[in-house]
């Protein structure tokens, strides 16, 4: 399985962590191997290992790292008992390595071209001439447009597409073979997130190697040619893209694909990830306690990696032949049936403006207008700082408007004083886009939820309490969390107990800000589904914020689409995601549909991909 | 960058605070019991008393029978003119006794700053991120921080030039008389400085970034020279108006300690013998001195962070 | 076949060869923590105490002059014959009352003062803002002098006087502190659940900006100390007869040829003291930080 | 006059530089202006005075060759050397001496001691060129002294004129001034065209050494340390307990001298407090052992005093020693029984009316030395022991002469050197308060005693004047206007290289006469 021609091949991988609270695996047995001109992707779910493994590629899996393997070869060379001087004249050189946080991952004190030519000045010895030349054409090369200017510049000064690309740029400075790329596009908007892949395919097409990771199937789908699936420090499945993507043969790999939401019309498939335990120690299947085939021997005994039925790919599951095959998706159950209800929430053309640095002021919103009705989910969509966050903030009252004005179910909300506020706060409810931000980090989920629901006589205590747990029930907790904090919560707790709250005081309108843009695809799926619910049975009006569109697909019967703090279009989601009429809708579309050129099919697993066929 | 804008108004921050220094020990100084002819007549504490003649001359002389709104508006006027009048006692100008002294203090200051500085930087650099050096040596600036400076100068003292006579007793004179004042006065510095940066290198050295820069094929060395000390100079700059009111308040024990002339001597002696205007001329130079120095480090912070250039203030 | 591949520390320095006891410190992180917890414990016993451990600090006893430590005279009695032991005892209520009670009153007022920044229209930021720079500008000691020129030398006026250059300090923290608290997701949640902005403020607002404060004060305390020490080293603390550490050590330095106790104690005693506390101090906010990171 | 330092020995040579450590620094380097000691020990080389002091009560020729007395006291008539000039120049004659004490007296120059050395003088007359007739207001016996003093040296008329804050002293002495940085050093220089040394003086001609530097240090242990690791050549006051390893060493010797005038006394405030009552005064000097405390904090270098005036004092009277009461704790117990502080609180000090045994003693760091802080701090352990409690309230120079002023202390100290007893009149008589320019912190109103005083400072009968004064020492002992402390003395370290050093009947050490061994 290991082509005989792999630039790079590693067998049996093994990554130990000596902590203070004993080892930890991190990685426990990962073979892998990348030729050049081709793409190899690993995928899988937050921890599963995929950045250690990475990072043991190049040697710098941590001082606290023990790392061994079978075989590691490097075009040729065998990395293993490598010393540190002959790690540092791959690094750089032969490896060009890009970190998962693309953000952070240049030093913010240097100026892009320093950055950029870091492994020039460590390997190459140019001339100060040659190399602001060389950083010219890099930069270039990578398509940051005015490379010249931009060289000068330091990264703050740069957007965060404009900085992963320089950080590209900075990793193949020195020619390398093979570039690692560790999630290149997370925490990019989708139009950035194209261009970045596109960088990445041109590479690849060129002759480098690329090995990508990504929790991203659309990323996956658009690029590799090959995929890896990690899951608890172990290859679970592995095989061409195509199959993988298409008829995945682990549970792990099939819930993962069911649970992204998707641009299809069609609607999402039933969630499939419903028991969300973490992957489990121990002998036996990690996947055991989240796997519905799990039987006897699963818990017994580790599978191993092998063939499956038919096709070139390996899975390591006992169950990996009885596969049914993927349940389809239900019809859409998000009617138009709200368009006759009462208006509840009023958006009169307001407009906000900003103090910015350095003086001046700046237009967050400008002139934006929509009403909301009882029971109807509007969706609000757009790129990072269009102003989203800014229109939840005036519908709530928190934020006065410049111009224009807000009425809450009719009657004057954004013109009043805030004590006239006050009583009227409980009808309308906000899901901040932060919800660990949003806790007092001294306070109990107890008290959190609690504060809502206003201040507890001696005597309601209890009540005040089993008031708490109920919500909690509703939002599929339990009550052995009353006495954790904020930082001890997971991220789908965390966002669960943020929703407890706003639904304390029984609002009539929800307004959700990104509320789940930080979640994996699972735990996401199931927030979905209750917000669906809470719409469906208590008539609650959702305003919808994200800059997802599948999540916007799923949820939502109208969308708005931000621009620049304008509204450009708005309709139904299906006229506005399949007839977009404005040209910003239709870049946003066409950013998170395949590449047609590269004849690769696109999937239906990606959250914003579009079905095939669609005009872009 | 550093603007026009922000240098101008920088500048309009330390008038002000100047003022408000000036105006803080015009009133505190005025509100201290005693008559000030007095004390100017009796030399800052004779025992024997001085006829109605004498006080009478100096009351007119320097002006204290006038209302308190007069004599202010006089000294505001006088400063603006960068005269900071009489000593009550030394028979000069308060400029020409401050200029006289201040020679000496900068030395001591400068000097011991740049040991304190160069001291934490060794300290730091060489031992972030290896624990067994990292607990050894932040032990010891530990014990820096926290022993009284005047104690370190008089068992340095009492061993370097008492008992092994390698340096002066005492005296203005030569680099040799300076070596254990910069000393004593650089040790709480460099504590807290080395500490500091040292913070400041693991944390930098913790970023993503580094990573990055190691996956280069850059040597450690040069991670830590090249990228990390940028990082852990920024939290020193920070606290540069800390190190500079820890230098300018040591000085003045120093100075007592190792019996060397300068502006801390000056300043003991006015507060002692309540000599007014120079312990306003004394609190007036600090201030100046301090708004400078901070607003140069200042701008120096955003030529090193280029995050803050944006920022106004 | 098993390859460590990086287990070693990165190349530059060589190890430093490490001391038996910061070898001991670092295997087992808690002792530093708990050594300075007990000496810090022991120290306020002997404060608040002085007269069960010590005999009278001021009893002078001509003949035993200069006597070198020995059973007797534990740590050897000074010029006077006094008991070393005896009067580092007794200063040790002194010297902490001047650190605690400096930073205290410091706390109080820059707490005060930064919350009114902090919670205040940009106008009153400003103005409050401006007065601490004024503060802050004058170093430490000259504030002192200038306090203690204003309100006399003596023990309530060197700690008012490191108070008042301490209070600045305190204000821009809690200032900042107040400033990001009051635009945190949770002050915004309150808001909109509909909680008073009495409640906010009281409820949130000021238990988020104290704990740091905590911090800040304990590290404070010991520098205090010193500042007090240092003060009445120069003449402008306490009466001669108060037995604080910095006026032995005053007293002591003229008689160093003499006896070497009297001048060396009350300096290992500050010394401890503060590396007590600032060792309490960062562990204090290690466990701060720690929680809220986590 | 002090003994010379040293053994060893040899003819006197030329040249060399002395750097000599003070313990206290003066405010300005006009002698006619500063009243510290170190102005003294600063200026003598400088200036050269009228007469010199020769003994007790004997004065011999210096700038004076020849003077006369009026048969009424208060007329002298000075014949001054010729040919002597000051060192910038300026001819030095009647006009010079003329506007020296001029200088002194005026308001302007804000003299203080100085001008109450010559409290009577009137105005001075230009006879000719070389002589000149100062009259007096009335008869001053102690006139002669004063004017052997340096503080009434004389001062060349020129450097005199310029104002205050440029002044530089400029005297027709064996040295000359060259520079002083405030609060750090003095530098002088030789005059090599010195001509006029008094009458008294062991050589003739330009002073041996080239260049004199006195630097201020205050610390005790570093002017012994700088001396020890021979940084320096002398040193003034040697801390007392150094005093034996000095002596023992031969690279060093000691010289010492007991300063005249009135002893480091603690001063009883006679009117208001607990210490207006008599009873208390005694009682404070009866409960304090004052010789077995001074003996152990000085060593037993600085004796004990048991009189206002120091031995060394003309018209020292040794007999007045028993009026004073000695140390006995149950005598001062008695004493304040029956002044009426029978009480006890629960420190152990003693009440009346529930009012606590309380005496504020201001202490002003600025004037601490010789170890005076200590003594007190003895002081007060002491006084507990008698249910006395002494507070001892930290002032700064404001505060001190506020309360000076106030006369809200019940205890102060000083001492106060003059080689005449007319000091006493300083100090105790009723019109020589604070307030009015003197140095009566007892607050004394006695016109018995301000009768004597005014009768010695008078009289010219030396045995009239000596009885008064005898008189006067027993009775301000008697009615406890005061606790004698310690006589102050002049502890001086020198290497042994450092020759021909003396003291004058002030206990100003002289250089003159110094050389450096080479
Ligand atoms: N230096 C280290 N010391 C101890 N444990 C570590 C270290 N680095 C990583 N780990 C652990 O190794 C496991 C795998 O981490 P890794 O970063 O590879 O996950 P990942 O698959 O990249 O996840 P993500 O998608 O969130 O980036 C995690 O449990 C992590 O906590
Ligand atoms: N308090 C504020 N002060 C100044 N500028 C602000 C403030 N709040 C928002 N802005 C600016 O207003 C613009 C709109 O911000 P907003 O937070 O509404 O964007 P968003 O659409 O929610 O973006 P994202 O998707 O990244 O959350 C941005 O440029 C932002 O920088
Ligand atoms: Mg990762
Ligand atoms: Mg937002």
């Known amino acids: 399985m290991t082509p005989p021609d792999a630039l790079l091949s590693v067998r049996d991988l093994r990554v130990r962590f000596t902590t203070r609270h004993g080892p930890v695996d991190a990685v426990r047995g990962v073979s892998l191997a990348v030729e050049a001109g081709r793409c190899l992707a690993v995928v899988g779910e937050s921890g599963s290992g995929k950045s250690v493994t990475a990072r043991a590629l190049i040697g710098l899996a941590g001082s606290n790292a023990t790392v061994d393997a079978t075989t590691m070869t490097f075009e040729g060379r065998s990395l293993l008992s490598l010393g540190e001087r002959r790690w540092r004249r791959l690094r750089g050189a032969r490896i060009g390595f890009v970190l998962q946080d693309a953000l952070t991952s240049l030093d913010p004190l240097r100026r892009i071209e320093d950055e950029v030519a870091e492994p020039l000045d460590v390997h190459a010895d140019l001339g100060r001439r040659e190399r602001a030349e060389r950083v010219r054409s890099l930069l270039g090369d990578v398509g940051i447009p005015d490379p010249a200017q931009r060289a000068r510049q330091y990264p703050h000064e740069l957007s965060g597409g404009l900085r992963q690309r320089a950080l590209i740029a900075s990793a193949i400075a020195?020619?390398?073979?093979?570039?690692?790329?560790?999630?290149?596009?997370?925490?990019?908007?989708?139009?950035?997130?194209?261009q970045v892949l596109d960088l990445l395919a041109d590479m690849r097409d060129a002759g480098t190697a690329v090995l990508l990771i990504s929790h991203d199937l659309t990323v996956v789908a658009r690029m590799a040619d090959h995929v890896a699936v990690m899951y608890a420090g172990l290859v679970v499945e592995e095989g061409p893209a195509a199959q993988v993507l298409h008829e995945p043969v682990h549970p792990y790999t099939r819930a993962l694909l069911a649970a992204a939401p998707t641009l299809?019309?069609?609607?999402?498939?039933?969630?499939?990830?419903?028991?969300?335990?973490?992957?489990?120690?121990?002998?036996?299947?990690?996947?055991?306690?989240?796997?519905?085939?799990?039987?006897?021997?699963?818990?017994?005994?580790?599978?191993a990696l092998r063939a499956t039925g038919d096709g070139p790919s390996l899975a390591r599951c006992w169950h990996a032949d009885a596969a049914e095959p993927l349940p389809t998706p239900a019809p859409r159950t998000v009617g138009t049936t709200t368009s006759g209800r009462r208006v509840v929430l009023e958006v009169d053309g307001v407009s906000k403006r900003f103090r910015v640095p350095g003086g001046g002021r700046r237009r967050a919103v400008d002139g934006v207008s929509f009403s909301l009705r009882a029971g109807e989910a509007l969706g609000l969509v757009g790129e990072s700082g269009s102003g989203k966050s800014t229109i939840a903030q005036i519908a709530l009252g928190m934020l006065g408007p410049d111009d224009g004005r807000v009425l809450l179910d009719g009657a004057s909300w954004s013109e009043l004083r805030e004590p006239d506020r006050r009583p009227h706060r409980s009808r309308i409810q906000l899901i901040q886009q932060d919800p660990l931000s949003s806790f007092d980090p001294r306070f109990t989920v107890e008290r959190i939820i609690g504060e809502g629901l206003g201040q507890p006589s001696r005597r309601g205590a209890a009540a005040h309490r089993s008031r708490v747990v109920e919500l909690l029930h509703r939002v599929g907790l339990d009550a052995t969390i009353l006495d954790r904090r904020g930082p001890q919560l997971s991220g789908g707790q965390r966002q669960r107990v943020a929703i407890a709250r706003a639904l304390g005081p029984e609002p009539e309108i929800l307004v959700c800000d990104e509320p789940v843009s930080a979640l994996d695809v699972s735990i996401q799926a199931q927030i979905l589904d209750l917000f669906d619910t809470l719409r469906r049975d208590l008539g609650v009006a959702l305003l919808f914020i994200s800059h997802d569109l599948g999540v916007i697909n799923r949820m939502c019967e109208r969308v708005l689409v931000m621009k620049d703090g304008a509204i450009v279009e708005e309709g139904p989601v299906g006229d506005v995601l399949h007839t977009p009429r404005h040209a910003y809708t239709r870049e946003l579309l066409a950013a998170v549909s395949a590449d047609p050129a590269t004849g690769r099919t696109p999937v239906r697993t990606g959250p914003t991909s579009v079905p095939e066929g669609r005009p872009t | 960058m550093v603007t026009t804008r922000w240098w101008l108004r920088r500048a309009g921050l330390g008038v002000l605070v100047i003022w408000g220094a000036a105006t803080l020990s015009f009133i505190g100084l005025h509100l201290l019991s005693g008559d000030p002819a007095r004390i100017i007549a009796g030399g800052g504490g004779a025992v024997s008393g001085s006829s109605e003649q004498i006080l009478a001359r100096i009351n007119e002389q320097y002006g204290f029978h006038e209302p308190l709104i007069v004599q202010y508006g006089r000294f505001l006027g006088q400063l603006a003119r960068g005269d900071l009048g009489m000593s009550y006692q030394l028979n000069q100008r308060v400029t020409t006794v401050i200029v006289d002294q201040l020679g000496p203090t900068v030395a001591l200051a400068l000097g011991a700053a740049v040991l304190g500085f160069g001291l934490a930087l060794v300290l730091a650099v060489g031992t972030a991120g290896r624990p067994r050096a990292e607990s050894l040596f932040s032990t010891l600036e530990l014990l820096f921080v926290s022993t009284p400076s005047f104690w370190v100068g008089i068992l340095l003292l009492t061993v370097f030039s008492f008992r092994l006579g390698w340096f002066p007793v005492f005296g203005n004179e030569g680099v040799a008389s300076l070596v254990l004042p910069w000393l004593t006065l650089a040790l709480p510095i460099t504590g807290t400085l080395a500490l500091v940066m040292r913070d400041g290198l693991q944390r930098a050295l913790e970023q993503p970034f580094a990573t990055t820069v190691l996956a280069r094929g850059a040597t450690a060395t040069r991670l830590r020279l090249r990228h990390a000390l940028r990082h852990a100079l920024l939290p020193v700059l920070t606290l540069s108006g800390w190190t500079l009111g820890t230098l300018l308040g040591g000085v003045v024990v120093i100075e007592t300690v190792f019996a060397r002339a300068g502006i801390g001597q000056v300043a003991v002696t006015a507060v002692n013998g309540r000599d007014l205007p120079v312990v306003t001329g004394v609190v007036l130079v600090a201030t100046v001195v301090f708004v400078v120095i901070n607003t140069a480090l200042d701008a120096l912070t955003r030529v090193v962070d280029p995050r803050l250039r944006g920022v106004p203030e | 076949m098993t390859t460590v591949l990086h287990g070693e520390p990165p190349a530059g320095l060589p190890p430093v060869t490490e001391l038996p006891a910061a070898r001991a410190l670092r295997r087992t992180p808690w002792l530093g923590p708990a050594l300075a917890l007990a000496f810090f414990l022991a120290v306020c016993l002997l404060a608040a105490f002085p007269d069960a451990f010590a005999g009278d600090p001021a009893a002078i006893d001509p003949v035993n002059a200069f006597r070198d430590p020995a059973p007797g005279h534990l740590l050897g009695t000074d010029q006077l014959g006094r008991d070393t032991w005896a009067r580092v005892v007794h200063g040790a209520r002194a010297s902490l009352a001047l650190g605690f009670g400096a930073t205290a009153l410091a706390a109080l007022v820059g707490i005060a003062w930064g919350l009114a920044a902090g919670l205040g229209g940009r106008l009153v930021d400003e103005a409050t803002m401006r007065v601490a720079d004024i503060f802050m500008a004058v170093p430490t000691t000259l504030m002192a002098l200038l306090v203690v020129a204003v309100l006399g030398a003596g023990g309530p006026s060197v700690a008012v006087a490191i108070a008042v250059s301490l209070a600045p300090g305190f204000a821009r923290v809690v200032r900042v502190q107040t400033q990001v608290v009051k635009h945190a997701g949770y002050v915004q949640a309150a808001t909109a659940l509909g909680v008073r902005r009495r409640g906010v403020v009281g409820r949130h607002i000021v238990p988020n900006v104290l704990p740091p404060m905590l911090v800040l004060a304990t590290m404070n305390v010991g520098q205090s100390i010193i500042a007090g020490a240092s003060l009445s080293f120069l003449g402008l603390g306490p009466q001669a007869s108060s037995s604080e550490w910095g006026s032995l050590l005053s007293d002591a330095r003229d008689h160093l040829q003499d006896a070497w106790a009297p001048a060396v104690f009350p300096g290992l005693a500050i010394a401890l003291t503060v590396i007590s506390i600032s060792v309490l101090g960062r562990e204090l906010r290690l466990r701060f930080e720690g929680r809220t990171e986590r | 006059s002090g003994p010379s330092g040293g053994s060893a020995s040899g003819d006197p040579v030329s040249g060399g530089e002395?750097?000599?450590?003070?313990?206290?620094?003066?405010?300005?380097?006009?002698?006619?202006?500063?009243?510290?000691?170190?102005?003294?020990?600063?200026?003598?080389?400088?200036?050269?005075?009228?007469?010199?002091?020769?003994?007790?009560?004997?004065?011999?020729?210096?700038?004076?060759?020849?003077?006369?007395?009026?048969?009424?006291?208060?007329?002298?008539?000075?014949?001054?050397?010729?040919?002597?000039?000051?060192?910038?120049?300026?001819?030095?004659?009647?006009?010079?001496?003329?506007?020296?004490?001029?200088?002194?007296?005026?308001?302007?120059?804000?003299?203080?001691?100085?001008?109450?050395?010559?409290?009577?003088?009137?105005?001075?007359?230009?006879?000719?060129?070389?002589?000149?007739?100062?009259?007096?207001?009335?008869?001053?016996?102690?006139?002669?002294?004063?004017?052997?003093?340096?503080?009434?040296?004389?001062?060349?008329?020129?450097?005199?004129?310029?104002?205050?804050?440029?002044?530089?002293?400029?005297?027709?002495?064996?040295?000359?001034?060259?520079?002083?940085?405030?609060?750090?050093?003095?530098?002088?220089?030789?005059?090599?065209?010195?001509?006029?040394?008094?009458?008294?003086?062991?050589?003739?001609?330009?002073?041996?050494l080239q260049t004199l530097r006195f630097n201020y240090v205050p610390e005790d242990a570093t002017r012994y340390g700088a001396l020890t690791s021979g940084q320096v050549q002398a040193i003034a006051a040697v801390p007392p307990n150094r005093v034996g390893s000095l002596q023992s060493d031969r690279r060093f010797s000691v010289l010492k001298t007991e300063l005249p005038g009135v002893n480091y006394n603690l001063f009883l405030n006679a009117k208001t407090g607990p210490t207006s009552d008599p009873l208390v005064r005694q009682a404070l000097q009866a409960a304090i052992d004052v010789p077995a405390l001074v003996g152990s904090i000085y060593a037993g270098q600085y004796a004990?005093?048991?009189?206002?005036?120091?031995?060394?004092?003309?018209?020292?009277?040794?007999?007045?020693?028993?009026?004073?009461?000695?140390?006995?704790?149950?005598?001062?117990?008695?004493?304040?029984?029956?002044?009426?502080?029978?009480?006890?609180?629960?420190?152990?000090?003693?009440?009346?009316?529930?009012?606590?045994?309380?005496?504020?003693?201001?202490?002003?760091?600025?004037?601490?030395?010789?170890?005076?802080?200590?003594?007190?701090?003895?002081?007060?352990?002491?006084?507990?022991?008698?249910?006395?409690?002494?507070?001892?309230?930290?002032?700064?120079?404001?505060?001190?002469?506020?309360?000076?002023?106030?006369?809200?202390?019940?205890?102060?100290?000083?001492?106060?050197?003059?080689?005449?007893?007319?000091?006493?009149?300083?100090?105790?008589?009723?019109?020589?308060?604070?307030?009015?320019?003197?140095?009566?912190?007892?607050?004394?109103?006695?016109?018995?005693?301000?009768?004597?005083?005014?009768?010695?400072?008078?009289?010219?009968?030396?045995?009239?004047?000596?009885?008064?004064?005898?008189?006067?020492?027993?009775?301000?002992?008697?009615?406890?206007?005061?606790?004698?402390?310690?006589?102050?003395?002049?502890l001086v370290g020198t290497t042994s290289a450092l020759q021909g050093v003396t003291f004058d009947p002030q206990g100003i050490a002289q250089l003159y006469g110094a050389w450096l061994v080479p």
């Open chain 1, 264 to 303: 299809d019309p069609r609607g999402p498939a039933p969630t499939q990830i419903a028991r969300l335990a973490p992957p489990t120690t121990g002998p036996g299947c990690p996947y055991r306690s989240r796997c519905a085939l799990a039987d006897a021997r699963c818990h017994g005994e580790l599978p």
């Open chain 4, 18 to 208: 002395v750097t000599y450590l003070v313990d206290q620094t003066q405010l300005t380097l006009d002698p006619a202006v500063s009243p510290a000691t170190v102005t003294g020990l600063v200026t003598r080389p400088i200036f050269d005075s009228l007469v010199v002091q020769a003994g007790p009560t004997r004065f011999e020729p210096w700038l004076a060759s020849r003077w006369d007395v009026s048969p009424d006291g208060r007329e002298y008539t000075f014949a001054l050397r010729s040919g002597v000039r000051f060192t910038d120049g300026t001819p030095f004659d009647a006009a010079a001496v003329k506007a020296t004490l001029d200088h002194v007296v005026d308001p302007a120059s804000k003299s203080q001691y100085a001008a109450s050395l010559i409290a009577p003088y009137q105005g001075s007359t230009v006879v000719d060129d070389l002589t000149v007739k100062v009259s007096l207001s009335r008869p001053f016996r102690p006139f002669l002294q004063a004017l052997s003093t340096p503080y009434l040296g004389i001062q060349s008329p020129r450097a005199l004129a310029v104002p205050p804050a440029e002044y530089k002293p400029v005297g027709t002495g064996p040295f000359a001034f060259v520079s002083w940085e405030q609060q750090k050093d003095i530098t002088l220089t030789r005059n090599p065209d010195y001509t006029s040394p008094p009458a008294n003086a062991p050589h003739t001609g330009a002073a041996y």
């Open chain 4, 304 to 490: 004990a005093a048991r009189n206002v005036l120091s031995p060394t004092t003309p018209d020292h009277d040794q007999a007045a020693a028993a009026a004073l009461q000695a140390y006995d704790p149950a005598k001062a117990g008695a004493l304040l029984d029956q002044a009426g502080w029978t009480g006890r609180n629960a420190e152990g000090y003693r009440t009346k009316d529930g009012q606590e045994l309380t005496l504020t003693w201001p202490y002003l760091a600025l004037i601490n030395r010789d170890q005076r802080d200590v003594l007190g701090q003895a002081i007060q352990a002491e006084a507990r022991k008698a249910g006395i409690r002494i507070d001892r309230p930290n002032l700064d120079a404001g505060a001190y002469s506020e309360s000076v002023l106030n006369g809200t202390y019940n205890i102060l100290d000083s001492s106060n050197a003059r080689a005449d007893a007319d000091i006493l009149r300083f100090m105790f008589a009723s019109g020589s308060t604070f307030a009015k320019g003197g140095a009566n912190v007892s607050l004394s109103d006695s016109p018995q005693l301000d009768g004597w005083l005014d009768e010695a400072a008078t009289t010219s009968d030396a045995a009239v004047a000596a009885r008064d004064y005898a008189l006067a020492q027993a009775d301000v002992l008697k009615s406890g206007y005061l606790l004698p402390g310690y006589v102050p003395t002049s």
């Open chain 1, 174 to 194: 020195a020619g390398p073979s093979l570039v690692v790329a560790d999630e290149p596009t997370t925490a990019l908007d989708v139009t950035i997130q194209a």
